[in-house]
């Protein structure tokens, strides 16, 4: 595993006997291809903490209402400019777990990228050619994807290959403008295509792989994929981009082509062709993510996590706060009901429709098999295998018996909407000291054809190939394929509905928000949850009442944050940076 192999990876011999035991030099650094690989797993390790935070890319969306925590919740008010928190209002308060955006930690992620790469062209003699194809093309592609984090948050970029030394480089040389959006886009999938061109990465690791959770062709090709349906998203494919006028074309590309959506769907298109024998759907999406599923056939890129060594606090951050009379966890993770309401029938209608049987006072009978998978609500057994017993977890107000999950809307750690999250957690019991060692997920084959489908859809409308590859993941769930005769536009709309529904709380939501220029929209309205009481409280004799309330969480977001600032701090210290619009 990548997290302990950073420090128990062989040296050479010259290693051993360096008499600072402490300190690799550099000659002896890229002297062997044991010595190479430590400054590679150091790559590795630079991967955001993103499966260890409490305050992770979802609490910035519709579909969570999250708590105020430190640093990040300036974003949640609209408090966001070059200075704030260095630039990254996001930020949570360690640090590295939500760094999106940071324009410090990024670059020094990539310019260790750049330095990997340097130094083992110069010291080719070292490496077998098989080891530098691979090594380089494993290090091209963490170099994308970092490029790809700020990309998505900040827009054009330097685009820096080399390792600047200002020991031996003029000012000139040193102090880089940002490249347009349409380059650094370009940049980041031309590297990408020539990785999966190069065919020197493997398609697929699998569970007990010596170098799983390394870089592999899937990764590169999905990466490429998701990139291509962003950049073709209204938000940056349009004249004037959704963060406003943008004379220097740092957030979009100035201008619409159709043809950007089928770039991105010839791209899914390859990797369903071409690699559809290696990932499928796994059968089983309320087990997808645990430990002893880990590499299976749907997972395309994920983060080793080694319990307890380097493990994850994910089970102790959600789920139901209270389990058997006992507090186990913080409930951060609450679903609202605007993302409830999105869970279909199981006769596969929206509850909109008049001919769901949704009853708006029945609301969790007979729903689809993601909701009993994802979802904890009113009245919903919960059993995971270090319970002794089923536990029945209650939300309502209930003054005759009260549930230690009862909602307050206070400021304790029960949540205040009714639901807790049960998606992703793992069956072990919660508890401090990061004791999870369920890996993180950056992407999946269904993520694949959901990107597959919109952007298929964007550039032809909803031919059947579209309806194909939304019915598979749709028949996981045991729903009914889509209705037949739906137009671009009511396609559309299913298939966000889909996406929302299938990758929540996955970190997708807030990247989809933007995209689809809709975070204005969605953001600036309170939330809600579900409330729920009897009539006669004092004995329960009467109806229980199911209420939709307010959170009064009010979240602000104006036109500038569909991107980040660039922090102040690089502004000032470099003249030719031009700051994104709006701030």
């Not at 940071?102 to 990539?110: D, T, Y």
């Not at 004995?539 to 569909?562: C, I, Q």
Request: charged letters at 25%.
């Amino acid at each position: 595993m990548l997290g302990v192999s950073l420090f128990t990876t062989s040296c050479n011999e010259d290693f051993l006997e360096n008499d600072i035991k402490s300190r690799l030099t550099d000659d002896m650094q890229w002297a062997s291809e044991g010595n190479a690989d430590l400054f590679l797993n150091d790559i590795y390790a630079a991967l955001s903490n993103k499966w260890n935070s409490p305050d992770n890319l979802d609490n910035f969306t519709d579909d969570n209402d999250a708590g105020f925590y430190w640093k990040s919740y300036s974003w949640r008010q609209g408090i966001v400019d070059p200075a704030v928190n260095n630039g990254t209002p996001m930020d949570h308060a360690n640090g590295n777990a939500t760094d999106y955006a940071s324009w410090a930690a990024g670059f020094l992620k990539i310019r260790k990228c750049n330095l990997f790469i340097q130094k083992v062209t110069e010291n080719s003699a070292n490496f077998s050619e098989a080891y530098r194809k691979k090594r380089i093309d494993e290090v091209r592609f963490m170099r994308a994807y970092y490029y790809s984090e700020m990309f998505m948050h900040l827009g054009g970029l330097p685009i820096i290959t080399e390792v600047l030394d200002r020991n031996t480089m003029e000012e000139a040389e040193l102090y880089r403008q940002r490249n347009t959006f349409e380059e650094t886009f370009n940049f980041i999938t031309k590297e990408l295509g020539e990785i999966v061109a190069n065919k020197a990465l493997p398609v697929k690791y699998n569970n007990g792989d010596a170098d799983a959770g390394r870089a592999t062709l899937g990764a590169a090709l999905a990466l490429k994929g998701w990139l291509e349906l962003y950049a073709a998203s209204p938000a940056f494919n349009a004249a004037t981009p959704a963060a406003g006028a943008d004379p220097n074309k740092l957030v979009g590309f100035g201008n619409f082509d159709p043809k950007r959506w089928a770039t991105a769907a010839a791209t899914n298109k390859q990797f369903m062709d071409t690699y559809g024998g290696t990932y499928a759907l796994f059968p089983d999406i309320n087990a997808f993510w645990w430990e002893k599923n880990e590499y299976n056939s749907e997972v395309i890129w994920d983060r080793q996590v080694v319990a307890v060594i380097m493990g994850s606090n994910y089970e102790q951050y959600g789920g139901p706060v209270w389990i058997d009379g006992v507090y186990y966890t913080w409930g951060n993770y609450c679903p609202t009901q605007e993302l409830v309401d999105q869970f279909a029938m199981a006769n596969g209608k929206p509850i909109s429709d008049p001919a769901s049987g949704y009853n708006p006072q029945n609301p969790y009978v007979n729903r689809e098999k993601r909701f009993y998978d994802f979802i904890v609500y009113d009245g919903a057994p919960y059993k995971q295998d270090w319970m002794a017993k089923v536990d029945t977890i209650y939300t309502r107000i209930d003054k005759v018996r009260p549930s230690k999950n009862q909602i307050d809307f206070g400021t304790d750690d029960v949540g205040n909407t009714g639901y807790y999250f049960k998606k992703k957690i793992n069956p072990l019991k919660p508890r401090g000291g990061a004791a999870s060692g369920q890996n993180y997920v950056y992407y999946r084959y269904a993520e694949v054809l959901l990107n597959y489908a919109e952007a298929q859809n964007e550039s032809t409308g909803p031919d059947a190939s579209v309806y194909s590859a939304v019915n598979a993941i749709r028949k996981r769930s045991n729903l009914p394929e889509l209705p037949a005769g739906l137009t671009k536009e009511t396609m559309r709309e299913a298939i966000r509905r889909e996406r929302r529904v299938e990758l929540c709380f996955e970190a997708k939501r807030f990247y989809d928000i933007v995209r689809w220029v809709i975070a204005e929209d969605v953001m600036n309205k309170d939330f809600h949850g579900m409330k729920i009481t009897n009539t006669s409280p004092s004995d329960n004799k009467g109806k229980w009442v199911y209420e939709v309330v307010g959170l009064n969480h009010p979240h602000v977001f104006t036109k500038k944050m569909y991107m980040n600032p660039v922090p102040q701090p690089v502004v000032d210290q470099n003249k030719k940076i031009v700051q994104n619009p709006g701030y």
